[in-house]
């Protein structure tokens, strides 16, 4: 039986402003992303890579085309209904993490499943365990004033990957770690995808794209040549200023 679709992206696209300011960020995308499978993304700066991911978040709507999330068309569903989509299966990993001051590691990871009717304490014990597998369990207690930017990251993943999301996405998720760490969440990322989430990973380090089952490489907001890419990313970057990682 072929796996399930968990994404899909139809002949999407998205334009920024308007008249003569407009932007084309994306030109009719196709992709499809199946359970347990890991896509990276990459491209140079401007071709797209983020929008992508938004897109595919329901973060942003889409110009033109549709986006499946779980079969479910995000162009077409209420607002309620892509809120709780989002909230249930989705785990995004934000650039600027998006973390609430307010709120301890810990209580910034369960709030997606405390807001999804969990009971606080099975929302603590699987923010625990997904801080564990990031590899701050004992920084739980600590708002983030007293986290480091890498430790903030890695609160942000746990955010993402806690309660088994059918969806990870994560935007460049690894800019403020060392290159060890990277590799352990590339390492957590890999887990979640063989457990049967799909993980869409937007990444400059070919050595992270390492870690996918697939790469899918943009320009001017088009994919271009995924096989290519997944035979070796490093050709593709070899002649784009500023991304050979
Ligand atoms: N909110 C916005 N308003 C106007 N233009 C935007 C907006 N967001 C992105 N763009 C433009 O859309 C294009 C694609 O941007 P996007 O951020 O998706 O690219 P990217 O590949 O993620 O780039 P980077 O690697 O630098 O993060 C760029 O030309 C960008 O300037």
Redesign the pocket.
């Known amino acids: 039986m072929p796996a399930r679709q968990i994404l899909e992206l139809s002949a999407v696209s998205?334009t920024?402003?308007e008249g003569s300011t407009t932007?084309?960020?994306?030109r009719a995308v196709d992709l499809v992303v199946h359970a347990g499978e890991f896509v990276a993304v990459m491209?140079?700066?401007?071709?797209?890579?983020?929008?992508?991911?938004?897109l595919a978040g329901g973060l942003d709507t889409a110009t033109g085309g549709e986006i499946y999330v779980r079969g479910a068309p995000l162009g077409r569903i209420t607002v309620a209904e892509k809120a709780r989509l989002r909230r249930r299966a989705v785990g995004y990993v934000f650039?600027d993490y998006n973390l609430i001051p307010s709120l301890n590691a810990a209580e910034n990871v369960a709030l997606p499943l405390e807001l999804d009717g969990a009971t606080p304490g099975k929302a603590h014990r699987q923010a625990k365990d997904a801080l564990r597998q990031v590899g701050i369990e004992d920084l739980a207690g600590r708002f983030l004033d007293e986290l480091s930017g890498g430790q903030q990251q890695r609160v942000a993943i746990a955010r993402a990957i806690v309660g088994e999301k059918a969806l990870i996405l994560a935007?460049?998720p690894t800019g403020a770690l060392d290159s060890v760490t990277g590799e352990e969440i590339m390492a957590v990322l890999r887990r979640r995808a063989d457990a049967g989430a799909g993980v869409v990973l937007?990444t400059?380090e070919a050595r992270h794209a390492g870690w996918a089952d697939r790469v899918v490489f943009?320009r001017d907001?088009r994919v271009v040549d995924q096989a290519q890419a997944e035979n070796d990313p490093h050709s593709l970057l070899a002649d784009v200023p500023g991304?050979a990682g």
């Open positions: 998205k920024y402003g932007v084309a960020a994306l491209g140079p700066s401007g071709s797209g890579k983020s929008s992508l991911l938004a650039q935007d460049e937007v400059h943009l907001g991304t």
